[in-house]
């Protein structure tokens, strides 16, 4: 048998996520930043409320900046504790200590576990990355508030159960999925502005933390979350997982609003239909067999993305109801993995919507088209209403009710939710 070719992978790149595999995040790199950001800021604030000298904070931050790390190493050494923070914990003191003496090494983690230092970090590289999908969405919306204005009077067939229903217009179609996607991320954004530091101690009750700093525990919990911007929400959630459940469900619900997109962009792209069509560019769409294909890539690559992000989020929440006593025993673990997952799948999707709607062709002959298949049908409920019937040329455009209205009420919570955080 001849040997295979084993070509070296690009960083990031994922053949079998095609298009969506460029951006790794939370990788190893991110991780390591993020705890060393959670654990100089920690001696900050134990500075803060004079627990440790000015000079050993200054040594500690040095040391941080200072510290090189092999990633390998690091990998293995955490696996002796479970987590990496205990090695780098290690790492980062013995720099300290060389930086500022024996007092700037007790400036190291000191009245903390490992839980708040890992929960706290992944909530911090989670958190850049909340900023980058919110402004992917923005896009997306942006997009969409365009088609539902310029599309208002674009009568095409309302579909209900698979069959013709009444008439709509494509504005209504695109203000509903603007709806949709408005709200995913305004739930986004507050639960990025609510995430909180992880502060307990061993087992929550911050007895080394009140130790350290003489009874100012709670003091200092809430200036370490003032450096990492985060919040201090008064508790401890070692094993009252919230945060990540909320997390995870905001994530889905993004995922929710844009697969949602995909699966009607799909159906009214079928050769038969051709009420929309993806934006044309060199090589997308393409068959390895017939020359004639157009397929929507983007909408299915959309799909297929989206699909996976419910068991992702629905695995944090059977996660949370296994996190064990004060400290969980493997549930916590486990939790790394899937929402690095669900973080990589939206931030992907997020992007590949904006590129989407971006670029999306709507044909207003072919919903003519379609339109006519059902003649006066789709006038039917109306003609049950008032006793009129549709004639020989139904006037679908006089039964739209308040789509318009509803499609300014649309446009006008997307444009409440763009000044909210301007």
């Known amino acids: ?41 920690w001696s900050r604030a134990l500075g803060g409320v004079g627990a440790v000298s000015p000079e050993s904070v200054a040594a500690v931050e040095e040391a941080a900046a200072d510290l090189v790390i092999d990633l390998t190493e690091l990998s293995a050494a ?42 706290t970090a992944l909530l911090l590289t989670v958190r850049d990355v909340l900023d980058a999908i919110a402004r992917e969405l923005d896009r997306a919306a942006a997009a969409l508030a365009r088609l539902a204005d310029a599309h208002r009077d674009t009568v095409m067939s309302g579909r209900t159960m698979g069959q013709h229903a009444v008439p709509i217009t494509f504005g209504l179609k695109a203000a509903q999925w603007l709806a949709g996607v408005v709200d ?23 007895a080394a933390a009140d130790t350290v700093t003489r009874g100012r525990a709670t003091e200092a919990a809430a200036a ?31 995922c929710d609003a844009l697969g949602k997109i995909a699966v009607d962009v799909l159906a009214m792209a079928r050769t038969e239909v051709g009420e929309v069509a993806e934006a044309a560019a060199p090589g997308r769409g393409g068959s390895s067999t017939m020359p004639h294909k157009r397929n929507p ?28 006593d004060e400290r969980p025993t493997g549930a916590w673990h486990a939790e790394w993995p899937t929402l690095r997952e669900l973080v990589s799948v939206t931030s992907a999707v997020a992007g590949l919507a904006a590129d989407l709607l971006d670029g999306l062709e709507v044909r207003p002959e072919a919903m003519r088209r379609v339109m006519a298949l059902s003649e006066g049908d789709l006038l039917a409920e109306r003609e049950s209403l008032t006793g009129e019937p549709a004639g020989p040329e139904p006037d679908h455009a006089a039964y739209l009710g308040q789509s318009s209205t509803l499609i300014d009420e649309a446009l006008r919570r997307w444009e409440g939710s763009q000044s909210s955080h301007d």
């Open 1 to 41: 048998m001849p040997e295979h070719p084993h070509p070296a992978a690009p960083a990031g790149s994922d053949l079998l996520r095609p298009g969506l595999g460029s951006a790794p995040v939370l990788t190893d790199v991110d991780v390591i930043g993020a705890l060393l950001r959670a654990e100089v800021a």
């Open 78 to 119: 955490a696996a002796a504790g479970g987590n990496p923070v205990i090695p780098l914990v290690r790492l980062l003191r013995a720099a300290a200590v060389e930086a500022g003496g024996e007092d700037a090494g007790k400036a190291v983690h000191r009245g903390l576990t490992s839980q708040d230092v890992m929960d």
């Open 297 to 324: 890539v983007q909408s299915v690559l959309l799909r297929s993305e989206t699909l996976r992000a419910p068991l992702l989020g629905a695995q944090l929440h059977i996660l949370a109801m296994l996190a064990d």
């Open 224 to 254: 370490w979350a003032a450096e990492v911007d985060l919040v201090w929400d008064g508790l401890p959630w070692h094993t009252r997982r919230t945060p990540l459940t909320r997390l995870g469900d905001s994530l889905v619900s993004v």
């Open 184 to 206: 995913a991320v305004e739930d986004l954004r507050s639960c990025r502005a609510t995430m909180p530091v992880q502060c307990g101690g061993a087992a929550g009750t911050l």
